[in-house]
């Protein structure tokens, strides 16, 4: 069984910065992984994905490029996203989401994603 956990959610000022981890526990695929984050009323979107071992190629969502930096360290079996110069609109809550079986490229589509975890929530106050 896949377990999902994410942490280092919380509370800063615009500019400063956060970094989430995320563990999946029972994670045998080592596929594609990813971040992604949602508000209320609006939908999930992604934000940073990165495929398996072998080539660690990166996706980011546009909002985030050059602010956001998604890294696996595989021998600790954790997904980090580092995120600086953060702005009002990064607030929301954070999940992580691992892909069951192969994966070429990833995607920032959530629909391609197996296990997800409970979220993290960031608040990012002007």
């Known amino acids: 069984q896949v377990q999902v956990v994410e942490s280092g959610g919380g509370s800063v000022q615009a500019g400063g910065s956060l970094t989430l981890a995320c563990v999946a526990s029972?994670?045998?695929?080592?596929?594609?992984m990813g971040w992604f984050r949602q508000n209320p009323g609006k939908e999930r979107e992604g934000v940073a994905t990165?495929?398996?071992?072998?080539?660690?190629?990166?996706r980011y969502a546009d909002s985030v490029k050059g602010r956001f930096t998604i890294t696996k360290d595989n021998a600790k079996k954790t997904l980090y996203l580092q995120m600086n110069n953060l702005e009002p609109e990064d607030t929301g809550t954070y999940y992580c989401?691992?892909?069951?079986?192969?994966?070429?490229?990833?995607?920032?589509?959530?629909?391609?994603?197996?296990?997800w975890g409970q979220g993290t929530a960031v608040t990012v106050s002007s």
């Open positions: 029972g994670y045998t695929d080592r596929s594609c």
């Open positions: 989401a691992a892909k069951r079986g192969f994966c070429w490229v990833p995607s920032l589509l959530g629909s391609e994603y197996d296990y």
């Open positions: 990165i495929d398996s071992d072998s080539l660690h190629r990166t």
